[in-house]
């Protein structure tokens, strides 16, 4: 029988997380209805780009992804890509602007649909985590730079490299309006200050401060936000031109990368605080069907960000009715207050923007690489390259920055010397444990990268080097258990090895074989390497083995 105690609990526990899921739907959605808008500027598309962006990230996500804490929604980054991407596109003659976004957020979707069914949720560590914070404190800087002519009531600067914009924020300093300046810098100042006083929602006091002064402000000057028009666009986004499918595609490829990595890692994050399951191919998936239908409604691409999803989880969600009931507050402000929200003014709009970037602009992000002297390089690569090359080509030098690390790294030909630790049964580098002793007449070898096309010839050459400078050796050990699996040109390269200590009488042995390693070997059948000599699954069982 069941504890009637225990019974009586459960509904109530059940009442407490729908209450706590709707409060914190409810205190997000006034911070998220003001970030869209705003975000929308930043890809220079309408305000209602960002709203329906929204509506389609917090629906699609909170039914199919799997997260309690993730809210998906527009990301400054992702809009400031896409305005890059557009604005080069947009460069030959075609279908206007706001379709060819809607074409990009679609093929994104596309991208990480196929992703997710294809089974690649390890998607985002093609990009490295150092390399991914150079490249937001980069985009972080072009897009504060981007907004402050909307803080200071100047003209509008083009294009995305940085000094070129400062450039023209200095040709036109002399234009500033000074109500519009101030309306900014107070909005400003009232940010950062509620960020540090907790249970201060400061965005909301500072937009309600904002529609409250927006009649005065405008009589002054001031840019308000404008007219949201929110009627459904079912029409399939139209394509600019034959010529720019594979530009679009790249563009689209390059989104979806920048997406996940973002993504995942916020999801990543609260499922690890908070004991979460985390299943990549399903999160893609969900993004993927959130950006598709995003993109036929013409609205911007969507991520789970992290600043959206920290205050998620800091308003006291417990699941994903939060973003259910956010969803719902957000279409009940539009439906009866957006009058309110197309008075905001546009230099505070433009203060949100710059607050929400400032979190990536801190150069502590970066000490730690420094301290520990790694990936220094990298990190100072990849802002420069988003600084002077521009959103676009520095994210894809961002990525290819990453690939090439991951390149380098296994590329790298590193061959360590084993001996014996101690007379036992462990076998260790003996340049690192100088107790270590070699045996004589044998020398016992391990790649410290998985063999593959890249590094096999260089190892295989480091390894005849090795056994050429000891004379007397008559067994060589190969221990490859770091190499999960063997491709086409490892297996000619282990081959040519072996022939080569086969006709100087050095008998060759392999330790810790993987079983896909050791089953490709059998069936390749090398002469050199009998299977007696693929079955040692140690390298105390390769070197106490007797000669066959």
């Not at 201060?200 to 308000?224: E, F, Q, R, T």
Request: aromatic share 6%.
């Amino acid at each position: 029988m069941s504890d009637p105690a225990v019974a009586s609990m459960k509904p109530a526990g059940a009442r407490n997380s729908a209450l706590a899921d709707a409060v914190a739907g409810l205190s997000i959605a006034g911070l998220l209805l003001p970030e869209a808008v705003a975000y929308a500027g930043i890809a220079n598309l309408p305000p209602q780009a960002g709203v329906i962006a929204l509506l389609a990230g917090l629906f699609s996500y909170a039914l199919i992804g799997r997260s309690r804490y993730a809210i998906v929604a527009a990301t400054s980054s992702s809009a400031a890509v896409l305005a890059a991407g557009t604005l080069a596109l947009a460069a030959l003659p075609g279908a206007p602007r706001v379709l060819i976004a809607a074409t990009m957020v679609v093929l994104t979707g596309g991208c990480l649909l196929f992703a997710g069914t294809a089974g690649l949720g390890g998607l985002s560590q093609l990009v490295a985590r150092p390399v991914l914070r150079g490249f937001a404190f980069g985009l972080s800087c072009v897009i504060a730079i981007k907004q402050l002519p909307l803080i200071a009531g100047l003209p509008a600067v083009h294009g995305d490299f940085a000094p070129l914009l400062l450039w023209q924020l200095a040709q036109a300093a002399g234009a500033t309006q000074p109500w519009t300046l101030a309306a900014g810098v107070v909005a400003l100042v009232l940010l950062f200050a509620g960020a540090r006083l907790r249970g201060v929602p400061g965005c909301l006091v500072v937009i309600a401060l904002g529609i409250a002064a927006s009649g005065w402000l405008a009589a002054h000057g001031v840019a308000l936000t404008g007219p949201i028009d929110l009627v459904p666009a079912w029409s399939w986004p139209a394509w600019p031109g034959k010529e720019q499918w594979l530009p679009g595609i790249e563009l689209a490829a390059a989104l979806t990368l920048i997406l996940y990595a973002e993504s995942y890692g916020s999801i990543r994050t609260y499922g690890l605080r908070h004991g979460e399951a985390i299943e990549p191919n399903r999160e893609l998936l969900a993004l993927g069907v959130a950006n598709v239908l995003s993109g036929l409604l013409h609205g911007l691409p969507v991520g789970a960000g992290f600043s959206a999803t920290s205050a998620n989880e800091a308003a006291g969600a417990r699941s994903r009715l939060s973003g259910l009931v956010a969803g719902a507050t957000v279409l009940l402000m539009v439906a009866f207050a957006r009058r309110l929200i197309e008075r905001i003014p546009v230099p505070v709009l433009a203060a949100i923007v710059i607050h929400a970037v400032s979190h990536s602009l801190r150069p502590g992000t970066f000490r730690r690489y420094f301290e520990i002297r790694r990936d220094r390089v990298l990190v100072v690569a990849a802002v420069i390259a988003v600084l002077s090359l521009g959103i676009l080509n520095g994210l894809l030098v961002a990525i290819a920055l990453s690939l090439v690390l991951l390149i380098r790294q296994f590329a790298t030909p590193r061959l360590s010397v084993l001996g014996r630790l101690s007379g036992g049964h462990d076998f260790v580098v003996v340049t690192t444990h100088r107790q270590a002793v070699e045996i004589p007449g044998l020398l016992i070898l391990r790649p410290e990268e998985p063999l593959f096309f890249a590094n096999a010839e260089a190892i295989f050459a480091h390894a005849r080097h090795r056994v050429t400078e000891r004379p007397g050796v008559q067994r060589v050990v190969l221990s490859l258990e770091e190499s999960p699996d063997l491709d086409g040109t490892s297996l000619e390269a282990l081959s040519d090895f072996a022939a080569w200590l086969q006709a100087r009488g050095v008998e060759l042995r392999m330790a810790r074989l993987k079983d896909d390693a050791r089953e490709l070997l059998l069936s390749a059948a090398l002469p050199q390497l009998p299977a007696h000599t693929l079955d040692h699954w140690s390298v105390a069982d390769a070197v106490d083995a007797d000669g066959t």
